[in-house]
């Protein structure tokens, strides 16, 4: 009788200690958990459309790479010339045509825009560029902006969509920090 109470005390210690734990690690505090990351899309196409001040034709400069970024085959470029001395209204949409309708991973950007930011940079025959739409902080994204050409020649147009820059910046890469998602050089023709 003795021997099957001290196993009968002892299932129940074992069994508290069991409900002890279970409720204990029910209970623990979540801060230690891993932070979810947002995962990183493909962007496979990167098209920008500039459209003259007063008027004009639009040209469309498009940068497509099928197999991603860190596929083996280079994007396919195709632009069209510029105008000297012009003023054109810019806008940029990214694409993922992995997947079939084609995502819009624009919408991202701008749903996340405090956390995004395209920096242009320029050469040759195109003076400069300036950011038209703003996150809600009042530093620039980019999605839209002004280009303004100079005397005909050479110029290029590059494209840079960074993930969590430093925000403000100075408006330079190398002061935004942050990872690239978007980095694309479109060689033009400013006539």
């Known amino acids: 009788m003795i021997k099957r109470n ?28 891993p932070e979810e990351q947002n995962e990183e899309e493909v962007i496979t196409t990167v098209i920008v459309k500039l459209t003259p001040q007063g008027g004009g034709t639009a040209v469309t400069l498009t940068s497509k790479d099928d197999d991603g ?15 000297a001395n012009t003023t054109y ?37 195109i003076s400069g560029t300036d950011y038209t739409d703003m996150d809600e902080d009042g530093n620039p994204v980019g999605i839209t902006f002004t280009l303004s050409t100079g005397d005909a020649g050479n110029a290029t147009l590059g494209v840079t969509l960074r993930h969590e820059p430093k925000k403000p910046n100075d408006g330079s890469l190398a002061d935004a920090g942050g990872s690239t998602d978007v980095d694309q050089t479109f060689s033009l023709e400013v006539e």
């Open 89 to 125: 209204n810019g806008t940029i949409t990214l694409l993922n045509e992995t997947e079939s309708p084609a995502e819009d991973i624009t919408l991202e950007v701008e749903e996340e825009d405090d956390e995004h930011q395209f920096f242009y940079t320029v050469s040759g025959a």
């Open 69 to 83: 970024a860190d596929g083996p085959n280079a994007p396919v470029i195709s632009v069209e010339s510029l105008a």
């Open 6 to 33: 001290t196993i009968l005390k002892n299932i129940k210690k074992v069994s508290l200690i069991a409900f002890s734990s279970i409720a204990l690690i029910s209970c623990s505090d979540d801060d230690d958990a």
